[in-house]
């Protein structure tokens, strides 16, 4: 790994820290974050899936760290991990395309993107999810460039962490089909061969659900069930008085209107990353379909299955 990307990336991550944390919040958002709070707050547990690697690192901060509020010692886990995302982006970036100007321009355009500052601002789960998943694209990245098994280990480690943080890691998988297929023989040979590594592993990646068993007898001050249980926990996992991705009862009479926030997806790109944003975009998509046919096919899927796709299923709509 050349020296001045790994330079580069550390100088991204630096500036990234700094704008970060310093634009913290001091107070409750909204959304989730009251929720998010008062669970790490108290050692209690979260909305569905209960996040218990989130709520269990929020927790120690607000033990460990002795400035700001509670909800400014919880937020240090979403700017520090999106800070982290972009240092760990920056580097895939330049291993994928060996060029720092165009790299350093592209992370810093989704960096600066207002969702994008706002999650790493606020109390919110998903600083830690796009770090797990910038994480993931580099282990794949480091195992095709070396092919070395500890990479591969790794990759799975956070895979299984992730699911369990949050679900919507999953619409991750069909893209990651595609890269191990186009591996096929070097893949097969990792099963083969590292199968009790990889169950050892994946095992150890479920700890942060011990931190369910520590909490039911604690008897933590907030839960999002009404009381502690093994059952209420077990429905807290698979979300099963929860539910996923329907947030309006029009989305069963009207499916069709799940197009619409398809529609309002691609705004709203258009809308955060500029025109010009999307002008790159689509010339930077049409150089690798060009010049690099397997990796756009692959960062093709990541954008359709967790955009489009990911939006079409969950739909925001509501009747007024």
């Not at 218990?52 to 690192?57: K, V």
């Not at 509020?69 to 982290?84: D, E, G, K, V």
């Not at 606020?122 to 998943?133: A, K, M, N, T």
């Not at 944003?277 to 379909?289: H, I, N, Q, R, Y």
Request: charged share 10%; proline share 4%; net charge positive.
């Amino acid at each position: 790994m050349r020296k001045k990307f790994l330079i580069t990336s550390l100088i991204v991550t630096v500036f990234f820290a700094f704008l970060y944390v310093s634009h913290q919040s001091h107070s409750i958002y909204g959304g989730d974050s009251g929720d998010l709070v008062s669970a790490a707050y108290t050692g209690g547990i979260a909305h569905p899936p209960g996040y218990p690697l989130y709520t269990a690192i929020g927790h120690i901060l607000t033990k460990v760290v002795s400035y700001g509020t509670p909800a400014w010692q919880i937020t240090l886990l979403s700017s520090l991990s999106l800070t982290a995302a972009m240092g760990v982006l920056t580097l895939y970036s330049l291993l994928t395309y060996r060029s720092v100007l165009p790299s350093i321009i592209g992370v810093a355009s989704l960096g600066l993107t207002y969702i994008y500052w706002l999650y790493a601002s606020v109390p919110e789960v998903f600083g830690l999810h796009i770090l797990f998943l910038t994480l993931q694209l580099l282990t794949l990245k480091m195992w095709e460039i070396t092919y070395h098994q500890k990479w591969l280990l790794f990759f799975v480690f956070l895979f299984v962490v992730s699911v369990f943080h949050h679900q919507i890691i999953l619409f991750m998988v069909p893209a990651y089909l595609y890269f191990f297929i186009q591996h096929e023989k070097k893949a097969v040979s990792f099963v083969q061969s590292a199968r009790i590594k990889i169950i050892a592993i994946s095992a150890i990646a479920l700890i942060p659900l011990l931190y369910f068993a520590i909490s039911i007898p604690n008897l933590a001050g907030y839960t999002w069930e009404d009381t502690l249980s093994l059952s209420n926990v077990i429905k807290i996992i698979t979300r099963s008085t929860y539910g996923s991705f329907t947030s309006a009862l029009i989305i069963l009479e009207k499916p069709l209107s799940r197009l619409t926030d398809v529609y309002a997806y691609f705004v709203f790109l258009v809308e955060d990353f500029g025109p010009m944003g999307a002008v790159l975009a689509l010339v930077g998509a049409a150089s690798d379909f060009i010049r690099r046919r397997r990796l756009f096919n692959f960062h093709s899927l990541i954008f359709f299955c967790t955009g489009p796709l990911f939006f079409f299923l969950w739909c925001l709509y509501f009747e007024q």
